[in-house]
């Protein structure tokens, strides 16, 4: 059993020195001797759990920085009866995410809980719909939440603080489950009741060992919050809340104060990019840091024929495309645009990493793509990112990590998400992780790049069962509704529809070693009963070249 560390322990281990300051805790009388229930003993084991562990409730809140990073952390004290969710506990609860509102600050729960309060009933387990509703409301906000799975996490507690969370990183060997260990089925694989398990289903994004805890949540803190959690002095968020950094577990409770808000809780600020709201100015640009190669966003052009003016926006919200002047058939390098009103600038271009000319026959830009020493998107992403975080599994039970690689990325002090093929038939769960990955930069007002590389969607019939066609749908969704822009380049095979759903409509470029086509040029001459000899030939009347694919207008042209 991982080692269980209090409520002040891990605020401690992940907080900066002194930053913490707890938030005062909301005032709740009780009516009556024993909780709303009248439950005989409940007030004597609330008096023992609280001579135990110093703490009034099974929550402590406050705001404290994480490497750098102003946040709302959420804490649950395990040894206040097993971190259950009562009334008292909803209340600390939505108060906590109605100051992450009002102060523009991500929310961070770092959840240990066995679920529900048996001794409050109902009411207890109406606490997780009040929860939800608090999350919901910071989510439409656009403010990040990322979770911190600790041992236990289960019932409730995991189901709407856990696996609700946009990014869910679980401590090693922590049991995490809907199940608490006392009302599983007899028999049941205790395995599949572990933060690994949870990893291995797609549920969870990573497991970080505690020692690396802080540095990891500051980093994604870093990622996916705006300039305001970066910069905005520490505020002690009332005369009665904790000054100092997390006390000792028998330091004494602050002073309680009104709860911030409603029951409702407080009605959210705009959302960044949604129709209510603009979308948030990205962040200020940092000393950019030495590359570990030399990609460039402008590259240079080659000889040859000028490409056809770009693909019309599909979808009237798609971040336009600026119009291509005459160029070389490699297209012009993508150019300054101004910025939309939000101040949200799509992502620089890739530059290509295979230097070489255009090819020179269909057949041969096949042969390319496909050749095994074409750098992939392994090395694309380390050349174009300074420091990137991965995400993982499609919250569907599912994961990809072959075929799809995905998370979030810092260039030259910007975040920027990325979905990124991986030159094999792309499975459901990497469609679903894309997806997923699109609407969350959306909802977060931060640009997406994708890289284009498989040779279609995965047809076997397994496939087929977990909903290859549906999940191919999703992505296609997620382009056509980004509010934020969206950039692509196709490093390798784009392999129809499989390859288009990743596509951005309008800004699409494409490196000299890839092509793009309806079909295989294999499988178009079976369809069209022509002979093997006749692939080659096939593959011309295809007209899948980089170059041609700029003539055709498909794509903005060649990097």
């Avoid at 005062?24 to 439950?39: F, Y």
């Avoid at 009334?87 to 961070?108: I, K, M, N, S």
């Avoid at 910025?339 to 890739?350: I, L, M, S």
């Avoid at 390859?499 to 699409?508: D, E, F, H, M, R």
Wanted: charge should be neutral; aromatic fraction near 4%; charged fraction near 20%.
């Amino acid at each position: 059993m991982p080692e269980r560390l209090s409520a002040r322990e891990i605020l401690a281990l992940v907080a900066d020195a002194d930053s913490f300051r707890e938030l005062p805790a909301p005032v709740r009388e009780s009516k009556r001797d024993d909780g709303p229930l009248g439950w005989q003993g409940y007030d004597a084991s609330r008096d023992r759990a609280a001579a135990r562990t110093g703490e009034r409730e099974s929550v402590v809140c406050g705001t404290a920085r994480v490497g750098g990073t102003r946040a709302v952390l959420i804490a649950f004290e395990f040894g206040f009866l097993g971190g259950s969710l009562g009334e008292r506990t909803g209340d600390r609860l939505e108060a906590a995410y109605t100051h992450a509102r009002e102060h523009r600050l991500p929310v961070v729960p770092l959840i240990a809980t066995g679920g529900s309060r048996m001794q409050e009933g109902m009411l207890a387990l109406t606490q997780l719909q009040r929860v939800a509703r608090q999350s919901a409301l910071t989510r439409e906000a656009g403010l990040p939440q990322i979770a911190v799975l600790r041992d236990p996490t289960t019932g409730g507690g995991w189901a709407t603080l856990g696996a609700g969370a946009d990014i869910v990183l679980a401590l090693p060997g922590a049991q995490v489950g809907f199940a608490g260990s006392r009302v599983r089925p007899p028999g049941a694989d205790p395995a599949a009741y572990t933060a690994e398990s949870q990893l291995r289903a797609g549920s969870a994004d990573a497991i970080v060992a505690p020692a690396e805890l802080k540095g990891v949540l500051g980093r994604w803190l870093r990622l996916l919050s705006g300039r305001e959690a970066r910069t905005t002095p520490d505020v002690t968020p009332t005369d009665s809340a904790q000054p100092t950094a997390p006390a000792p577990a028998s330091a004494q409770w602050p002073a309680p104060a009104s709860t911030p808000g409603s029951a409702q809780g407080t009605a959210p600020a705009s959302a960044p990019g949604s129709a209510q709201g603009t979308e948030p100015a990205p962040p200020e640009p940092a000393p950019p840091s030495a590359r570990k190669t030399a990609p460039t966003s402008t590259p240079e052009p080659v000889q040859g024929t000028d490409p056809a003016p770009p693909v019309p926006t599909l979808a009237p919200t798609q971040w336009p495309a600026p119009t291509s002047a005459p160029g070389s058939a490699r297209g012009n390098p993508p150019t300054p645009t101004p910025e939309p009103a939000g101040g949200n600038a799509p992502a620089p271009v890739p530059g290509a990493l295979w230097r070489g000319g255009l090819p020179g026959s269909g057949w041969e830009a096949v042969e390319r793509a496909r050749a095994a020493e074409r750098p992939r998107a392994h090395a694309y992403l380390d050349a174009y990112f300074d420091d990137r975080l991965p995400i993982s599994g499609d919250r569907c039970g599912g994961t990809d990590p072959d075929g799809m690689l995905c998370g979030f990325g810092e260039r030259d002090g910007r975040t920027v998400a990325y979905a990124a093929q991986t030159g094999t038939a792309t499975r459901p769960a990497g469609y679903r992780t894309a997806a997923r990955l699109i609407r969350l930069a959306d909802r977060l007002g931060i640009p997406v790049l994708t890289l284009v590389d498989t040779p279609g969607a995965a047809n076997d019939a397994e496939a087929e069962r977990q909903g290859v066609g549906a999940a191919v749908a999703e992505v296609f969704g997620a382009v056509a509704a980004a509010r934020v822009p969206v950039t692509t380049l196709v490093i390798g095979e784009g392999g129809s529809g499989g390859a288009l759903a990743l596509a951005a409509p309008g800004n699409t470029w494409a490196t000299p070693d890839s092509y793009f086509s309806v079909i295989a040029p294999e499988l178009a001459a079976a369809i069209l009963k022509r002979p093997p000899e006749e692939v080659r030939s096939t593959a011309d009347q295809l007209r899948i070249r980089p170059q041609d694919l700029a003539e055709l207008g498909v794509i903005r042209g060649v990097v």
